[in-house]
Structures are given as structure tokens and as C-alpha cells.
């Protein structure tokens, strides 16, 4: 726990549905992320480890517990005031629903800025593209680009607007091979090379690897945590984790 | 059909859980069936009343009321059906993924098209049977019905109506269904279409045909055919606005049909500067009518049938009215126009002796004759002409001289001549029996007398004021009673009206001449109600429902502008931005066909009601226009905001999730 951390949690806790069909998501997580780092959140699934990334995103709110992100505290903001937030000082990929598919990558890639009131730069959006490889696919349509070229075209949306965070939900989780590791490349250069503080949700190991600590979830709570990742060892934390699950784990 | 069957539960459960698109295919057919069912029911009671003399019958307007119904509910129930099938494009390409074949996805998409069309076309008999007494007793309210006329429940009109609703909508399903079968797999994964290839040849050679289906049906109304004219009523100027409608349906199914081209540079013209400006809903809306073409267009086509018949129909009425009334106008010589006062069958005689004392007075007196016919002696009709007038006819008796009153051009013979046993018709009616100044013609009148009458004058045009037979009073002894007189006097109104002493009532020419139009033009905007009244409300509904429908459509949408920072009013602007976009594309469509049917009208005016010599002027109905996009705007604005309104409640990534 630092006070410099971008985001941070503090018993933080959420459940959905009421009375007898009540499942507790997070039961009191407290944890933070430094600036600049590339943190993996992993865990069975179940565990919560979505709910953690849209509790610290702003997209959902805890039912208890404090968020604080970049200094400020998000339980104090409106839905309003909370987007406006998103919008300016983080950065979304998800695994789907991230571009229009009427746009093109360009108008894509402006949007949040539009969305911001403003006209973008033109120069300011292809800067942006070719900073994740794309700056001579500037007019294609997403359905004129595969899902690997799509995901960057997210990523490259999210970074439009400088982000402090940027947030990643399953981002490789509808692309192959080959295309997952273009994108988890890109993720770890723009960590290495600009210092883009990462969280990213993940059930694969290997993309979990690229991160410089891994985060491990069970039944709602911190369990574990691992610097310097490679995909073997955590494999076999995860797998680990499936066996303890029910017991709880350590703390 | 073995596929069929194990596909069925797959249909049923796609039923249960896309109900909102199936509700809105539910809703449009339905409706489509009872205006179809209610004219239907309507007209299968009027048939064979065909006979009634005078101006348009009830079987006609009853018959342009059911064609009207028709044509809407085909467009309609076609293009949301089509787009309830388009919307399901990720769910087909999911099902050929996992190995379905293009015929499996075909007749699953047509079985549940079936079941839905079934369950709509039952329900749809019920509605118009409920509606058709309701509509009967506004027109015997209107005066455009006998009182009496009721509507009785028939069951052919129903199954008529039933089965073109449930074929309609199955062809639209199964067009759509085919365009869906094709679907690669792969295409499951991306996440929207982008419409390609929306104008097949078929449309084009559709729009070619009914733009030259257009162009003839205008042509046969201004050449009109000895045959075409034989039926009063088709060459009756009064009822040539409800005719003219048959020219602007053509061209409101030849626009429709070439929507798909001319949408797109509409939507580019309409948001022209939208990419240079900041803010994201126009460009999103822009881009989203450009992208999903055919869904622009599907819910562009109701509120463009709205602003283009009502276009269309208003400016048609009000410029053949205006036409008529200057005719009119030019025609009356008469300083007064004297009718009885307070229902009184004729004007007094010693009434009359007072008019004719006034200063420089002259006199013209006309009764009303009926011809039970009128025919060459001898049955022996010209070749292939009528023998005889097909229903009794009302002429006029004119005692003085016609030509006073009226300032009438002859295409042959003078109205000089008409003295003693003689007779002037219309060109018309000498074109249709093939009568020539000169012949003998055999008129039986009213009381059964016969009078050879001697054809003296082929009068030009008829004025929608005047009967198309005029003799003098000496050819038709029997006709007394004097229901107008048309009075040139130096003498002023108040010398006029105490000459009258209240027995009679006398108007000035001009004054005369308005009155009378709006009589005729009042008659004949409650025929154009009764025609296109169903069929206007039904389009209005189906703006409601398409705008739904394609709300539905958007939620994937608004999750992604929720989670890329757009706050709900950002996602409500979105969303009116495009509802205006869509509105005035079809608006401009809907200018595009007004344009085309106030030309032909202009056309239909110059050659059929004013003199050779005149033109008419060219005038849009501009308030009309507008005032039916403000109520398509205002229609469509609340029904795709509420319901996008409803969706944004729960949070972003439930939005997405939550599709149903």
C-alpha cells in the first residue's frame, strides 16, 4: 500500500443478487498498483477478478470499500461525473464490443475525444495507430481488419486520450495465437517505453507472462501474487489454486 | 422437411428470446391484415352498387381505400419482416458455424415467419372486423355513404386479406432468409455489418418498370382513350384527384424501390459538415445510416410513404381545386348566380319577372333535366362505341341565351344554334359515343318522353359546374322547376337582393364560384381521407414500430460508446441524431416523389380541366410537406428514445450482455 499507487483499493467488497442466491464477488479486497507497472489479475473462474478490474475502472460500484484513482476517490462522483472521469484519464480494451462497426479505425480512435466535445487531430489520431501498427489503416472499416488489427485499433483508442490506467479485460480472449502475441507485445513495449501503468484480466498464462506481477484471485480475495511471471509457474499456481479453491486460500 | 422439424425447437426458443423484433414483425402484420380485412369487409358489402349516379361512388372510394391498404400494409409487412431477419445476421452466421447449412438457416428463419405471420393474420381478422363498422358509420357521417350502410362481416374478404399478408410477409422473410443462408461462418466474429451489394438488378428493373408504369398511367389520363372515358366517373374532372392517386402510387414504389441508391448520398449531403465539427453523435449517426444501409432504409420507408402521399395527395387536391375554381372563374360571365333560398325546389316566378326588370338585365334560366339516355335513333351505335349513356345522366335546360352566362369555347358547331329541339355536349361524351354536330340523337327523358334532338355544339372542356348535357327549354318541355339563373345586370347587390325580396338568393359570380368549389373540393378531401386515412394511420404506427425495432438493434452499439466514455445524454444524442438523419432522408424522399407526382399533376391539369390556351402553375406544398415531417419526426424521436432510454439504465457492460 503506497500512497503514489494509481489505483487503489481498500476493502473493497461487492455481491450481487440478495437473500439466498447472494454471490459475493469480492469479499474485501484491498490492494494497489504502483504507476508504471503491468499487473495480470488471474484466478478461477468465479473468483472475481472481473468484478476487481470494473470496481477499480469505475464501470461498477463497490458495496463497500474505498476506490481511489489517481487521487481521486470515485465513490464520490456521479454516473456522470464517473464517465467523465473514464473518459479522461483511463483507457478500456475489453475482449468485445470495442469498436463501431460504422466507423473506421480513424473515427473509431477519435471518439473519445469527440465524445470530449472536441474535433481530433488528425495527426494527433494516426500517431496514435502507428504507435500500435496500423498507421496505413487509417480508412478500413472493422469488418475490413482482422481481430488482431481490431484489438489494436482498441488499443490505440484507449491511448488517444493519454491515459493514467490503461484496463484490459480479456483483451487476447477472442484472438489466436499469433494475434494475441501482437497484441500482448504492443501492451508490454507501451509499459517498457512510456511507462503506461496496465491492469489486465486474464485466464491465460502465457499472456499473464508478459506482465511484471501476477495478482491471483479465489472466492473474492487476494491470494496470491507473483513478480517477474513466466507462463509455467503460473500454470501451476493456477492450477493449484482450482485445488484449494473451496478451502479458501493463504493470505 | 426433416431438417425442419428437428429445427423447430430452435425456433421456438429464438422466439421466445428475441420477442421484441417478433413483436414488432407481430404488430406490423397484424395491423397490415385489419386494414386490409376492415376495406376488404367494406368493400365486399358495396359491391354491385357500381350504379349510382353522380360523383364518386362509394364502391370506388371504398375500392381506392382497400388498394390503398394494401399497398401500404405490402411495403410495410415486407420491409419489417426483411429487417426482423436482417438483425438476426450474427445468430445465422452462429448457426452455420455449428454446422447448419444454408437451407436449415432458411427454413428456420422461414418457420418462424410462419408461426409469427399465422398468429399476426388471425389476429389481424379480428381487428379489421372490429374496425370495418367503425369506418362505415365515419362515412355516413361524412355524407360519403347512404344512411343505412353498415358493413357485414363476410368471410372472403378475411381470408383474402389474411393470405396476402402471410404471403407478403413470407417473401420478405424469405428474400432476407436467402441473403442470410449465405452468411459465412467466419462472419459470426465480426461484430457488425456493413451492408454490401443493396441494390440488386431485380430492384433496378422494379423501379425501371413501375417509373414507366408511372409514366403511361399519366399518359392514358391525359390521352385518355375513348374507352377510359366512356365511364363518367373517370372523366368527371371532380374525381381526377383520386384517380391521379394510382400515377402517385407508381412513383412512391419507384422511389422506394431505388432507396437504397439514393439514401446514401442524401445521408452524405444531410451531415455534410458533421466530420469537420467536434462532438460524436452526428458523426456516429452519420456513419451508422451510411454503414446499415438497408436498415436506414427500412425504417425510412413508413415516414417516407407519411410525408410523400401526404405530399403527393395535398398538393394534388389543392392544385386540381384551384385549377377548377379558375376555370371556373374564367368561364362565368353572369355577374350573379340566383339559387333558391332555404331548400326551396326552384325559383318563384314573379322572382324571376323582378331579376329580368333590373337595369340592362340579362337572364339565363336553367332546370334540371335527367336523361334516362341518350343514343343515335335506331340502335345503331358508331363501331365499338357505347349504345347508349351506361347510367342516367342529369342536363341542364337552359332558357336565353347560354352564352350570356357562360363563356364556353366549342371544338365544333356554335352554341348560337342551340334553339328548339336541339342538344350540346361535352367533347368527351361526343368522343365517347362518337357522336358529330349535326346528328340526331334520340333523348329519353325522365317522365318517358322521347325528343330527337339535333347535336348543335361540341362544347370544349366541361366545367366541373356544369352537366356535360345542355339543351333549351323548348327540347325538354317536362323541366319547369328553375334551379338556377345566371343574372348580368347593371345593378348593384342591394338592388339584386331587394329585386329577390328574400324568395331567392343571389350570389356574385365569383363569390358563386368559390362557394361551389369548396363544396366539390370538401367532398372530395373526405373521399381522400377515406382512402388514404387507414392506410396514413397504419404508416404511422409502423414509424413507431421500425424505430423500435432498430433501438433493439443498437445495444451492442451503446455499450461500446458507454465503455469508450460516453455518458447516457451522449448515447440519447446519438441516438436522435440518427432518428433525425433517417427522418430527413426520407423527407427528402418524400420531396423527391412530391416533386415527381405535382409535375404529372400540372401535366393532368393543362390537358384534362384548363382551356388549351392556359397553364398552370407549378406549387409544392410546403406546409403539408412539413407539417408531415413534423409528426413523423416527433413520432419516430419518441420512439426510439424511450426505449434507448429504458436499455441505458443498467450499467455499460450489462448493456451488452443484456441484448434481450
Not at chain 1, 478461477?44 to 477478478?49: A, C, E, L, T, V
Request: proline content about 6%.
Amino acid at each position: 500500500m503506497n500512497d503514489n499507487d494509481v489505483v487503489r483499493l481498500e476493502q473493497v467488497t461487492r455481491s450481487y443478487g440478495s437473500g439466498q442466491n447472494a454471490v459475493t464477488a469480492l469479499a474485501g479486497v484491498t490492494v494497489g498498483f504502483s504507476p508504471g507497472s503491468f499487473t495480470a489479475v488471474m484466478g478461477p473462474s468465479g473468483s472475481g477478478k472481473s468484478t476487481l478490474l470494473q470496481c477499480a475502472a469505475g464501470l461498477d460500484r463497490p458495496d463497500s470499500g474505498r476506490v481511489v484513482v489517481d487521487g481521486v476517490d470515485l465513490g464520490g462522483l456521479d454516473e456522470t461525473a464517473l464517465t467523465t472521469m473514464r473518459r479522461e484519464r483511463l483507457g478500456f480494451v475489453f475482449q468485445a464490443f470495442n469498436l463501431l462497426g460504422s466507423l473506421t479505425a480513424e473515427q473509431n480512435v477519435g471518439l473519445p475525444l469527440r465524445l470530449a466535445g472536441r474535433k481530433p487531430d488528425p495527426a494527433q489520431v494516426r500517431a496514435a495507430l502507428a504507435q500500435v501498427g496500423l498507421g496505413e489503416r487509417t480508412g478500413h472499416l472493422p469488418s475490413q481488419m482482422s481481430g488482431g488489427q481490431q484489438q489494436r485499433v482498441a488499443i490505440a483508442r484507449a491511448l488517444i486520450s493519454a491515459p493514467k490506467v490503461l484496463f484490459a479485460d480479456e483483451p487476447t480472449g477472442a484472438l489466436d495465437s499469433t494475434s494475441s502475441r501482437e497484441v500482448l507485445t504492443l501492451l508490454r513495449s507501451l509499459v517498457d517505453q512510456q511507462g503506461q501503468s496496465t491492469i489486465m484480466v486474464t485466464h491465460d498464462p502465457v499472456a499473464a507472462s508478459y506482465a511484471d506481477t501476477v495478482l491471483f484471485l479465489a472466492d473474492g480475495r487476494v491470494v496470491d501474487q507473483l513478480d517477474g511471471p513466466d507462463p509455467q509457474t503460473v500454470a501451476a499456481r493456477m492450477t493449484a489454486l482450482e485445488g484449494v479453491r473451496d478451502g479458501g486460500g493463504p493470505r | 422437411m426433416n431438417g425442419f422439424r428437428l429445427l423447430l425447437p430452435i425456433a421456438a426458443l429464438s422466439l421466445r428470446r428475441r420477442w421484441l423484433a417478433f413483436v414488432g414483425s407481430f404488430v406490423a402484420l397484424a395491423l397490415g391484415v385489419a386494414v386490409m380485412s376492415a376495406a376488404g369487409v367494406l368493400l365486399n358489402t358495396t359491391m354491385g352498387e357500381d350504379s349510382l349516379p353522380g360523383a364518386p361512388s362509394l364502391h370506388k372510394l371504398v375500392s381506392f381505400m382497400a388498394a390503398m391498404a394494401g399497398f401500404v400494409s405490402v411495403f410495410v409487412v415486407s420491409s419489417t419482416f426483411a429487417f426482423a431477419v436482417a438483425q438476426r445476421r450474427q445468430e445465422t452466421a452462429m448457426l452455420r458455424a455449428v454446422g447448419a447449412t444454408p437451407r436449415q438457416v432458411r427454413s428456420l428463419i422461414l418457420g418462424e415467419a410462419l408461426v409469427v405471420a399465422l398468429a399476426a393474420a388471425v389476429s389481424g381478422c379480428a381487428i379489421g372486423l372490429a374496425v370495418a363498422p367503425v369506418i362505415a358509420s365515419w362515412l355516413v357521417d361524412q355524407g360519403a355513404a347512404p344512411s343505412g350502410f353498415h358493413s357485414e362481416p363476410a368471410v372472403l374478404p378475411l381470408l383474402l386479406a389474411a393470405s396476402g399478408g402471410l404471403a407478403v410477409a413470407l417473401l420478405g422473410a424469405y428474400t432476407a432468409s436467402r441473403r442470410a443462408g449465405r452468411v459465412r461462418p467466419v462472419e459470426a466474429l465480426n461484430e457488425v455489418a456493413v451492408d454490401k451489394k443493396v441494390m440488386p438488378a431485380v430492384r433496378w428493373v422494379a423501379a425501371v418498370l413501375f417509373l414507366g408504369v408511372f409514366g403511361y398511367t399519366l399518359q392514358t389520363f391525359i390521352s385518355m382513350p375513348a374507352s377510359m372515358m366512356a365511364d363518367p366517373q373517370s372523366r368527371d374532372p371532380q374525381t381526377t384527384p383520386q384517380w391521379a392517386l394510382l400515377f402517385d402510387v407508381m412513383a412512391v414504389l419507384a422511389i422506394v424501390l431505388v432507396a437504397p441508391v439514393l439514401v446514401p448520398p442524401l445521408v452524405r449531403l444531410f451531415t455534410g459538415l458533421v466530420p469537420l465539427l467536434p462532438g460524436a453523435a452526428g458523426l456516429v449517426a452519420r456513419q451508422n445510416a451510411l454503414a446499415a444501409i438497408r436498415r436506414t432504409v427500412s425504417t425510412a420507408t413508413p415516414v417516407f410513404l407519411v410525408i410523400g402521399l401526404a405530399g403527393s395527395v395535398v398538393g394534388g387536391t389543392v392544385a386540381f381545386s384551384d385549377a377548377m375554381a379558375a376555370q371556373g372563374r374564367a368561364a362565368l360571365r353572369a355577374g350573379y348566380v340566383v339559387e333558391p333560398s332555404g331548400g326551396a325546389p326552384a325559383l318563384p316566378a314573379d322572382a324571376l319577372r323582378n331579376l329580368a326588370a333590373l337595369p340592362d338585365a340579362t337572364l339565363t334560366t336553367a332546370a334540371t333535366v335527367r336523361f334516362d339516355g341518350l343514343a343515335l335513333p335506331d340502335q345503331r351505335p358508331a363501331r365499338g362505341r357505347p349504345a347508349d349513356l351506361p347510367i342516367p345522366e342529369d342536363g341542364l335546360a337552359v332558357d336565353g341565351d347560354l352564352r350570356a352566362a357562360w363563356n364556353l369555347s366549342t371544338e365544333d358547331g356554335s352554341l348560337e344554334d342551340l334553339r328548339g329541339k336541339t342538344v350540346a355536349v361535352s367533347g368527351d361524351m361526343a368522343k365517347v359515343f362518337g357522336w358529330h354536330v349535326g346528328d340526331t340523337l334520340d333523348a329519353r327523358l325522365a317522365d318517358g318522353t322521347h325528343e330527337q334532338l339535333r347535336l348543335v355544339a361540341v362544347v370544349h372542356h366541361l366545367l366541373p359546374q356544369l352537366p356535360e348535357i345542355v339543351v333549351p327549354r323548348e327540347a325538354a318541355p317536362g323541366a319547369t322547376a328553375v334551379s338556377v339563373a345566371y343574372l348580368g345586370t347593371g345593378a348593384g347587390p342591394e338592388q339584386v337582393a331587394a329585386a329577390l325580396g328574400g324568395a331567392a338568393r343571389a350570389t356574385a359570380g365569383a363569390d358563386w364560384i368559390g362557394a361551389h368549389n369548396d363544396r366539390t373540393t370538401k367532398n372530395g378531401w373526405i373521399a381522400m381521407l377515406a382512402i388514404l386515412g387507414p392506410a396514413l394511420l397504419y404508416a404511422l404506427i409502423a414509424i413507431v414500430n421500425t424505430m423500435m425495432m432498430s433501438t433493439g438493434d443498437r445495444l451492442r452499439d451503446f455499450a461500446t460508446l458507454r465503455l469508450t466514455g460516453g455518458t447516457r445524454r451522449q448515447v440519447m444524442r446519438v441516438v436522435a441524431a440518427e432518428t433525425l438523419v433517417v427522418v430527413a432522408t426520407a423527407a427528402a424522399l418524400g420531396l423527391i416523389v412530391t416533386l415527381l407526382t405535382q409535375y404529372a399533376t400540372v401535366l393532368l391539369i393543362e390537358n384534362r380541366i384548363l382551356e388549351t390556351d392556359r397553364s398552370a402553375a407549378f406549387d409544392l406544398p410546403w406546409g403539408t410537406l412539413a407539417g408531415a415531417t413534423a409528426v413523423c419526426l416527433a413520432l419516430a424521436l419518441v420512439s426510439s428514445l424511450i426505449p434507448a432510454r429504458l436499455a441505458l439504465r443498467v450499467r455499460p457492460l450489462d448493456l451488452a450482455a443484456g441484448r434481450q
